[in-house]
């Protein structure tokens, strides 16, 4: 992976950018294809790793995380819903009929809780919400566990990024005095 240190100390100095980043990157998560290209879980502990230093708030972080989330599977959801089968046949997703092919086994397995558990689940992460969307879950039951699992996604990346901060704050500070 690349160094993040100088687009994270841009973040810090450009901090009011860092809440649409994350909503961005929590965004893309979610969508198949970018959802693999984009290192969005490494970014967005990075920048939480900001909160201890007062560059970024712990809440807009967690509200900006949440709503990328439920965003990217909404509109995954919705392309699946809107377009079927037909999507899956299109580039991009045409190259990838493996992980199609896995998240319909996933949702197969585990029924509606395939949504909040695919949340968690790299490969077919970016898959399962338009999967979801083809193969006809009712938008209700769909949309309950995508909340559900955004608010459970969010802070378990934000916060462990936060901790990360915290302690290399801490152990600055130590450091300096030591």
């Given at each position: 992976?690349?160094?993040?240190?100088?687009?994270?100390?841009?973040?810090?100095?450009?901090?009011?950018?860092?809440?649409?980043?994350?909503?961005?990157?929590?965004?893309?998560?979610?969508?198949?294809?970018?959802?693999?290209?984009?290192?969005?879980?490494?970014?967005?502990?990075?920048?939480?790793?900001?909160?201890?230093?007062?560059?970024?708030?712990?809440?807009?972080?967690?509200?900006?995380?949440?709503?990328?989330?439920?965003?990217?599977?909404?509109?995954?959801?919705?392309?699946?819903?809107?377009?079927?089968?037909?999507?899956?046949?299109?580039?991009?997703?045409k190259g990838y009929p493996e992980f199609a092919q896995r998240?319909?086994?996933?949702?197969?397995?585990?029924?509606?809780?395939?949504?909040?558990?695919?949340?968690?689940?790299?490969?077919?992460?970016?898959?399962?919400?338009?999967?979801?969307?083809?193969?006809?879950?009712?938008?209700?039951?769909?949309?309950?566990?995508?909340?559900?699992?955004?608010?459970?996604?969010?802070?378990?990346?934000?916060?462990?990024?936060?901790?990360?901060?915290?302690?290399?704050?801490?152990?600055?500070?130590?450091?300096?005095?030591?």
């Amino acid at each position: 992976m690349h160094d993040l240190a100088p687009f994270i100390g841009f973040v810090a100095a450009h901090s009011g950018l860092a809440y649409g980043l994350v909503l961005l990157l929590a965004f893309s998560e979610s969508v198949p294809v970018i959802g693999a290209l984009v290192p969005g879980t490494a970014v967005i502990i990075a920048i939480a790793a900001l909160v201890p230093t007062g560059a970024v708030r712990m809440w807009p972080l967690l509200a900006a995380a949440v709503a990328g989330a439920i965003l990217g599977d909404g509109v995954s959801y919705w392309l699946g819903h809107r377009y079927g089968e037909a999507i899956v046949a299109r580039w991009p997703l045409k190259g990838y009929p493996e992980f199609a092919q896995r998240s319909r086994q996933f949702i197969e397995r585990h029924g509606g809780k395939s949504v909040f558990l695919a949340r968690f689940a790299p490969g077919v992460r970016a898959f399962v919400p338009i999967s979801a969307g083809m193969l006809g879950m009712p938008t209700a039951r769909f949309y309950l566990v995508n909340i559900l699992s955004a608010l459970v996604w969010a802070p378990a990346h934000i916060l462990p990024g936060a901790l990360v901060g915290a302690s290399l704050t801490f152990a600055g500070a130590a450091a300096g005095r030591l």
